[in-house]
């Protein structure tokens, strides 16, 4: 089945750096990547998402870039905000389901 | 706007007990699903359903049961709780598109 890994598990950031999240996929036949945002106490949301026909994304200072032929995809955040702490999730879509990665702790300092 | 709600957002039972979550959507979506979430392991599936009266085993069933028997609504049961089934309870809805709208979760405390 399929097997997503993420890293790293916590991220320290200062405010207006920016923060990279990698993921790693093991099933060739995942056609879709999303990236969730998790706040603390609150439910997961969608904030940006990739099909496997393309290769970069970018929503103002987000951005994801997949590589198939690695099998891995990235979350790119830009200029860093306090309010952009928060937990995110990659995952990986085959056959309905979303597979999960383990999660990233994002912690930026004002 | 996309409403899915949970029955119960903090919970506590005993160990044995049997136990119902519930989950509705508003949106006339198809596909539903239970994740449970713990702390490094992410969002893992427990169960998800296509349609009415149909599901499918997630990742991890072990414990778990579910039931559909109306299109809004999916329920988890916990046949017998045990306390490594303490968890946060997430549910989630999508319609033929791929993005997955996410219930407020349930907090469930087995002592």
């Given amino acids: 089945g399929e097997n997503v890994e993420q890293h790293p598990s916590t991220l320290s950031v200062q405010e207006g750096d920016s923060a990279v999240i990698k993921c790693t996929y093991s099933d060739s036949a995942s056609n879709y990547f999303p990236w969730y945002k998790q706040e603390l106490g609150k439910r997961p949301q969608l904030i940006i998402d990739i099909r496997s026909n393309v290769g970069e994304k970018k929503d103002q200072r987000i951005a994801v870039t997949l590589n198939k032929t690695a099998k891995h995809f990235s979350l790119h955040i830009t200029e860093t905000q306090p309010e952009d702490s928060a937990v995110y999730f990659c995952a990986a879509r085959k056959r309905g389901k979303l597979i999960f990665g383990q999660g990233t702790e994002l912690s930026v300092k004002p | 706007d996309v409403k899915v709600t949970q029955s119960s957002r903090y919970l506590v039972k005993r160990t044995g007990e049997k136990v119902f979550l519930e989950c509705v959507q508003d949106m006339d979506h198809e596909n539903m699903f239970w994740y449970r979430q713990d ?3 992410g969002l893992r599936l427990i169960y998800f359903s296509y349609d009415v009266k149909m599901k499918e085993k997630g990742d ?8 559909r028997e ?3 609504r999916f329920s988890l049961i916990l046949e017998s709780a045990s306390t490594n089934q303490t968890s946060m309870y997430l549910c989630a809805s999508t319609h ?3 993005e997955q709208y996410f ?3 349930t907090r469930l405390t087995v002592t």
Avoid: A, D, Q, T
């Fill in chain 2, 60 to 67: 991890i069933p072990e414990g778990y049961s579910v039931s």
């Fill in chain 2, 70 to 72: 109306k299109k809004e």
């Fill in chain 2, 103 to 105: 219930g407020p979760g």
């Fill in chain 2, 39 to 41: 702390p490094g392991l």
């Fill in chain 2, 96 to 98: 033929k598109v791929y």
